[in-house]
Structure formats: structure tokens, C-alpha cells
């Protein structure tokens, strides 16, 4: 199914956000989630960070499989990057 690790960078408050993370439950995969809007200091710098660097624009979600990363809520990508037909 996947190809590597899962993790999304999300934002407690966004619908697209929720709408990912309900995706991945439906789908029963494993991954990592960081609301970064709930974190503070450092942390939260290290975070915004590192969506920057995967996604200039750093907007959330903002998904990564493995080497693949996939900006926004877009159904189809992240069942193709997850290897999971429609």
C-alpha cells in the first residue's frame, strides 16, 4: 500500500485538514500527525520550517509519503502517492 512513512503537517482549525486525516482513518493507514497551530515556540518554528521547505507556500495539509508530498486535500493524489485505487 504505502511507500514509506506517512506524516501530515495539518492545522487544527482547517476543514481540509480533517477531511485528510478522516481519509487516512477510512483507509486504515498509519501515520503521523502534527497540528502545527497547536504548538508553540521552538517546536512550532521547527515545524513551520520544515512544511516551508517541503511546500514554499506552506500551506496545510500538507501530506508526505515517504519522498512523494502532496500539498492540499486532493483525494486522488493521496491515494495514488498511498498506492490505493479510488
Known sequence: MTSGPVKLYALSTCGHCRAAKRLLDALAVAYDVTDVDLLEGEERASAVAEVRRLN???????????????????????????????
Open 56 to 86: 514554499p507556500r506552506c500551506s496545510f495539509p500538507t501530506l508526505v509519503v515517504g519522498e512523494e508530498v502532496v500539498v492540499g486535500y486532493r483525494e486522488d493524489e493521496i491515494r495514488r502517492v498511498l498506492g490505493v485505487a479510488p
